[in-house]
């Protein structure tokens, strides 16, 4: 391994994104299908999303099965106590569609990019989808299937296609 990144220095710009690229793509394969990484112990998943650039602050939870983009990587963030259930998407990108008119080539429309955040302790569940530049808010609880695309206020839960608010979540009494 050692000697391929030795020749990475010596390739033209271009290339070594793309290997770079080729080589975040096969982490996020193992991270995505890896069954036995659950097994194992839950950290492993986590740390490979950090390898391809994801900002992970903290320990969180990444079930089986879960795409993220990985080629804007940098530009998810999740915080500490976050758990993210199995078949869930994460976007960062989406095409601009305010200049797509009849006959345009939808291939060559431009890509716009946005971060999206999941904040402490919140949850996205099974196979919900978190579009680009969404914040999900703390303690937040993403409904499954849910698609999300704005920002999810802190200590609610949100159900379905778009994602809205059916509950706020009470501070528990008892403990006081």
Known sequence: MKKIFRIIPKLPRHIKEQFILYIKWSIFKIAKNWVILNRIHVSIRPWLWKLTGVQIKG??????????????AKLIIIEDGVWVASRSLI???????????????????????????????????????????????????????????????????????????????EKNMNEL
């Open 91 to 169: 976007f960062c990108h989406k095409r601009i569609l305010d200049n797509y008119y009849v006959g345009d080539d939808y291939n060559k429309l431009p890509y716009q990019k946005k971060e999206v955040i999941l904040k402490k302790g919140c949850v996205v569940g099974m196979g919900a989808m978190i579009m680009p530049g969404v914040t999900v808010g703390e303690g937040a609880i993403v409904g499954a299937g849910s698609v999300v695309t704005k920002d999810v206020p802190p200590w609610t839960v949100v159900v379905g296609n778009p994602a809205k608010v059916v509950k706020k979540l």
């Open 59 to 72: 320990k969180v939870s990444i079930g089986y099965d879960v795409y993220y983009d990985v080629g804007n």
